[in-house]
Nanobody, 122 residues
Framework: QVQLVESGGGLVQPGGSLRLSCAASGRISSGDGMGWFRQAPGKEREFVSL???????YYTDSVKGRFTISRGNAKNTVSLQMNSLKPEDTGLYYCATYAGGAYFYSRSYDYWGQGTQVTVSS
């Protein structure tokens, strides 16, 4: 069993920054990387970013240039640095382990954390 724990969410004003972290533990026998999704109230879960263990990264267009995904020093950890935050970035942010396939589909990820709330508001 794999457990993912996210941290770092909170309330921030527009233009501010937050750094999310995700730590995976348990029997991670495979997997090509770790990624982030988010879900706003009343909306579907959407892809945000993915880091493959090869260091290749992917971002959804709306966060390019503002968000940076990186691998943590500890094994099986990943962070998401979010700068210039906008109200539309508000949502519950989930990290997940990527199992292969189209990276922007949630079905390509096999294990998920419980999520951490990010609220961007003045």
């Amino acid at each position: 069993q794999v457990q993912l724990v996210e941290s770092g969410g909170g309330l921030v004003q527009p233009g501010g920054s937050l750094r999310l972290s995700c730590a995976a533990s348990g029997r991670i026998s495979s997997g090509d990387g770790m990624g982030w999704f988010r879900q706003a109230p009343g909306k579907e879960r959407e892809f945000v970013s993915l880091m493959l263990w090869s260091s290749t990264t992917y971002y959804t267009d709306s966060v390019k240039g503002r968000f940076t995904i990186s691998r943590g020093n500890a094994k099986n950890t990943v962070s998401l640095q979010m700068n210039s935050l906008k109200p539309e970035d508000t949502g519950l942010y989930y990290c997940a382990t990527y199992a292969g396939g189209a990276y922007f589909y949630s079905r390509s990820y096999d294990y998920w954390g419980q999520g951490t709330q990010v609220t961007v508001s003045s």
